[in-house]
C-alpha cells in the first residue's frame, strides 16, 4: 500500500499534460505486471520443489520480493523532487493524528472536489470486487469445478494482464475518455462474474475457464491504470501524497465485505455458486456511482492548483529548472475541519 501510495504520488511530476497520465500509468502497470508474473512463477517453482509450510513460504515470498525491488527504489528516487516534511500537531499522538488527518482530508475533498469525493465511494466498491474476485475465485475452482491445482488459472490471468496494460492508452483514446473506459471495463468485469456462475458451474465446463481467465486478465490489467489516471485527473495538485493516501484508504475500506457476504450467502444458500454470483453487485455499484461522477467538472475544480505541480527535472530544461524551483515550507498537519 505504501508503494502505491508513494509511486502514484510522484506521477503527475513526469508528465507535461494530465492527458498523458493514462499512458504513463500503463507503462507503470506493465513494470508491475510482468514482475508479478515472473515472481508468481519462481514462487510457486520453489513452492513445488521443496516441503515449505505455509508460513515458510509466505516469508520467502516476502524477503524475495523485498531483495528484488529494493535496488530499483533506491536508484529512481533520485529522479523526483523533494516533498515537504509533515509536522505533528503539537500536544498530539501520532497514534491519533492519522485519524484526524484523514478526517480533515476527505473533508477538504468532499467539499472543494465533490467529484473526486464521488469517485473515491465509487472506487471503493468496485475495488474491493476486483480484489475479491481473484481470491474467491480459487475457491470457487476448488469446490465448484473440483479443479485440484487453481494456481494455472491465476497465472492464466496474469498473463492476460499483460495486453490489457498494454492496450490501456489506445484503449481509452478509442473510447473517447477515461469515465468511457472504465466504465466499459467495469462492464466486462461484472458480466464475466455472471458468466462463471451461470455457465461454468460444473467440472466438464472447465475448459471455459480459458475464456474466464482471459476476461478477468484483461479487465483487472486494465481497470488499476484506468481508475489512478481518473483519480488523478479531478484531485488538486501539490497535495499528490496527501490525496493519495486518501486512495488507498478507499481502495482497502470495503475490502473485506464481498468475502463477507460470499461467506454469509454460502452458509444461507448452501451452494458457493450463487454465493459467488452476489459478487458481481460490487462491480454494477461501482459503475452506477462511476457514472454519476462528472468527470469534465472535476477537471475543472482540479485545474485551478494546476499552478502548484511539481515538475521533474527530467521534463525541464535546466533554465526552466532553475526558474521553476518551488520552496519547501514546514507543513503542519490539521487539526480542526
Not at 99 to 119: C, D, L, N, W, Y
Not at 156 to 185: D, H
Not at 201 to 211: F, G, T
Request: net charge positive.
Amino acid at each position: 500500500m505504501i508503494n502505491i501510495m508513494t509511486v502514484n504520488s510522484y506521477s503527475t511530476e513526469i508528465v507535461e499534460k494530465l492527458d498523458d497520465l493514462a499512458f504513463l500509468q500503463s507503462a507503470g502497470r506493465l513494470w508491475e505486471t510482468i514482475p508479478m508474473l515472473f515472481y508468481l512463477i519462481g514462487v510457486t517453482v520453489v513452492a513445488l520443489r521443496t516441503n515449505m509450510t505455509v508460513l515458510e513460504k509466505s516469508s520467502f515470498a516476502q524477503i524475495s520480493a523485498t531483495i528484488i525491488t529494493l535496488p530499483f527504489i533506491l536508484s529512481l528516487s533520485k529522479l523526483f523532487g523533494t516533498r515537504p516534511a509533515l509536522h505533528n500537531i503539537e500536544g498530539k499522538s501520532y497514534l491519533s493524528v492519522g485519524f484526524i488527518q484523514v478526517r480533515s482530508t476527505f473533508h477538504k475533498i468532499r467539499t472543494k472536489h465533490p467529484e473526486a469525493a464521488k469517485f473515491l465511494i465509487a472506487m471503493a466498491f468496485f475495488e474491493s470486487a476486483t480484489v475479491s474476485i481473484v481470491q474467491l475465485s480459487i475457491t470457487y475452482l476448488k469446490s465448484q469445478l473440483k479443479i485440484q491445482d487453481p494456481n494455472k488459472f491465476i497465472v492464466f490471468c496474469v498473463v492476460m494482464m499483460l495486453p490489457a496494460v498494454v492496450a490501456t492508452p489506445r484503449f481509452v483514446k478509442k473510447c473517447g475518455g477515461t469515465k468511457k473506459a472504465l466504465q466499459i471495463i467495469l462492464i466486462l468485469l461484472f458480466s464475466t462474474t455472471i458468466f462463471l456462475t451461470l455457465f461454468v458451474h460444473k467440472p466438464e465446463h472447465s475448459a471455459m475457464l480459458v475464456l474466464v481467465g482471459g476476461l478477468f486478465g484483461l479487465g483487472i490489467g486494465s481497470i488499476q491504470s484506468i481508475q489512478r489516471s481518473f483519480y488523478l485527473c479531478v484531485v488538486p495538485s501539490g497535495n499528490e501524497a496527501e490525496m493519495f493516501g486518501i486512495y488507498v484508504l478507499f481502495t482497502q475500506i470495503l475490502g473485506f465485505l464481498p468475502n463477507l457476504i460470499f461467506s454469509v450467502c454460502n452458509e444461507l444458500l448452501g451452494s458457493i455458486r450463487f454465493a459467488t454470483l452476489v459478487l458481481f453487485l460490487f462491480h454494477f455499484v461501482g459503475f452506477v456511482l462511476v457514472s454519476r461522477v462528472d468527470y469534465e467538472k472535476g477537471r475543472r475544480e482540479a485545474s485551478a492548483s494546476d499552478h502548484l505541480r511539481i515538475k521533474s527535472t527530467r521534463i525541464l530544461s535546466p533554465a526552466d529548472s532553475e526558474k521553476k524551483v518551488i520552496p519547501i515550507p514546514k507543513i503542519q498537519l490539521e487539526e480542526t475541519l
